[in-house]
């Protein structure tokens, strides 16, 4: 009987210091659901064709998912399958040196910080990738030889990932968090955001390529298809910079109460459907640098020739040399702008003249928001030194700009693409350089040939940039980057010194203190 008892106990003590450390959560976990478990989800196209946007294969097939637009909710088969079934939106804190999770629809669940910031969690998973008989491959199971990599950290594996649900946005005492109704930051050098990311505490970084790579594995497993834009579209994509240039009569803006504090801007009226009531603002004064305030458009005024933009925050002193452009929308706008959808996976549909296309919306896949679009997610893990790549394999390890140990070399130099695409912001063949095959190692999902007679719906339909010298990556496009937002857009090109009100980041915690 002692026998049987000590055994018990050896078994429990061993499940015990499998779990998550210092991980309390609200419900059990559920790593799959009986044989399910031993099931294999994949996707696959044809090498070389680069019109073969992939089918679903294996145990995948047959299955449907769609991506929900405007009030219409999208469907997934996947909703009842491992992983997909078990990402959770939640809240993540610190308390008396643990990590509490409170999970969406549990008792104090909030998306304000009041809780702790919000993320999503996206449970361990198992990855296949290879090619065979003419077709590349990539399959998700809950069991298998390796785990993805994004849930390796130090050589050890961990049960899970946590994605911020929002773009980072750091306050007052530096700290980057994940919370409703903020601007994201911007505007600041690459080192601050990783700053303000590891100041959080262990755990804590940037999203990283193993991140993105384990989340596009998801996003086209599910779907079935190897171009994000075509599923859900390219995000908050085609709105407009605040610029002004030698042409006034298109770009002169001016205020109707000139050298006095005010809370409006007068402008021409071109700008009128890409100012929506409810979005945010920048105002410049004389260069697109002298940022004067990032802000809210609460009300507008039409007039023959003009219109009247009135913002939220304090005034602020406008003068003729003052401009007016879009800058990055407050965190969980997909739900609050005009007719949100309000469910986990889609984009929100603009009511507005001009504004129903597929790259002028919010969107979010399983509650993460704005994965492209908006604004630029800066990398931590990967730098490029004259054209060669250099990743890092652990979160604590990172830096920016850095390509010594344990930074490691990663393929043969790439070819050098330094064109910012079309300004036109309509993709056109010949204008934009898009994927057709990506480097895999360790999770690295950054391109390694272009081909500049592909359109945007064709291949990965990810934009390739790389220029030469010390640069690392800012990820998936801006708010005026049109149809080149993809989750696989990736900009090489970042120097050390650039800060841009396009360029942002995105926070992530694993449980590895």
Same mark, same amino acid.
């Given at each position: ?5 000590? +055994? ?63 009030? %219409? ?52 998973? !198992? ?12 399959? /998700? ?27 980072? !946005? ?12 903020? +601007?994201? %930051? ?129 005034? /602020? ?16 706008? %997909? ?127 990810? !934009?390739? !940039? ?22 696989? %857009? ?24």
């Amino acid at each position: 009987m002692k026998t049987r008892i000590t +055994i018990i106990l050896i078994c429990c003590i061993a499940l015990f210091a499998c779990s998550e450390k210092d991980i309390i959560p609200n419900q059990k976990e559920k790593p799959g659901q009986g044989d399910k478990s031993n099931m294999q989800y994949g996707i696959r196209w044809q090498i070389g064709n680069n019109n073969d946007l992939g089918e679903h294969c294996f145990d995948a097939e047959g299955l449907k998912a769609s991506f929900g637009v405007g009030s %219409t909710p999208g469907t997934s088969d996947f909703d009842s399958i491992y992983p997909w079934s078990e990402v959770k939106r939640c809240n993540l804190r610190k308390e008396g040196g643990k990590t509490i999770i409170t999970y969406d629809n549990e008792p104090g669940f909030s998306l304000d910080g009041s809780n702790g910031d919000v993320f999503v969690r996206i449970p361990k998973f !198992y990855v296949k990738k290879y090619s065979e008989n003419g077709y590349e491959y990539r399959v /998700i199971s809950a069991k298998g030889t390796k785990p993805h990599p994004a849930f390796i950290e130090n050589g050890k594996e961990i049960d899970a990932v946590y994605i911020s649900a929002f773009e980072g !946005y750091i306050d007052e005492n530096g700290k980057m968090r994940s919370i409703a109704d903020k +601007i994201p %930051t911007s505007n600041i050098v690459p080192k601050q955001f990783l700053d303000a990311a590891k100041a959080r505490g262990r755990g804590y970084t940037l999203y990283d390529m193993r991140t993105l790579d384990m989340l596009y594995t998801l996003v086209a497993v599910e779907f079935g298809c190897r171009n994000t834009g075509v599923i859900f579209g390219h995000g908050i994509a085609d709105f407009r910079q605040p610029i002004k240039k030698e042409w006034d009569k298109e770009q002169t803006y001016y205020s109707t109460k000139n050298e006095k504090k005010t809370n409006s801007i007068t402008c021409k009226r071109q700008w009128r459907d890409v100012i929506i009531e409810g979005s945010n603002i920048c105002i410049c004064n004389g260069s697109q640098k002298d940022i004067l305030t990032f802000a809210k458009c609460t009300s507008k005024k039409k007039r023959k020739k003009t219109e009247t933009y009135y913002f939220d925050g304090p005034a /602020i002193d406008i003068n003729t040399d003052c401009f007016i452009g879009n800058c990055a929308q407050r965190t969980n706008w %997909t739900e609050t702008c005009t007719a949100p959808h309000n469910s986990k996976t889609g984009r929100a549909n603009m009511v507005t003249p001009h504004l129903t296309t597929e790259n002028r919306n919010p969107m979010r896949y399983r509650w993460i928001e704005n994965i492209v679009g908006n604004i630029w997610h800066l990398m931590p893990d990967v730098t490029f030194k004259d054209l060669q790549m250099y990743v890092c394999d652990n979160i604590d390890d990172y830096d920016m700009y850095k390509t010594e140990p344990p930074y490691r070399k990663v393929g043969e130099p790439l070819p050098e693409n330094n064109d910012n695409g079309d300004f036109i912001l309509i993709d056109r063949p010949g204008k934009n350089f898009w994927i057709t095959s990506l480097i895999d190692d360790s999770g690295i999902s950054f391109g390694k040939e272009w081909n500049k007679n592909l359109t945007s719906r064709q291949a990965f339909g990810a !934009y390739y !940039y790389l220029s030469k010298g010390l640069t690392i990556i800012a990820n998936g496009g801006g708010f005026d980057h049109g149809y080149r937002c993809n989750m696989l %857009t990736n900009r090489a090109w970042i120097r050390s010194d650039k800060k841009w009100h396009l360029y942002g980041a995105r926070l992530i915690y694993k449980p590895i203190e």
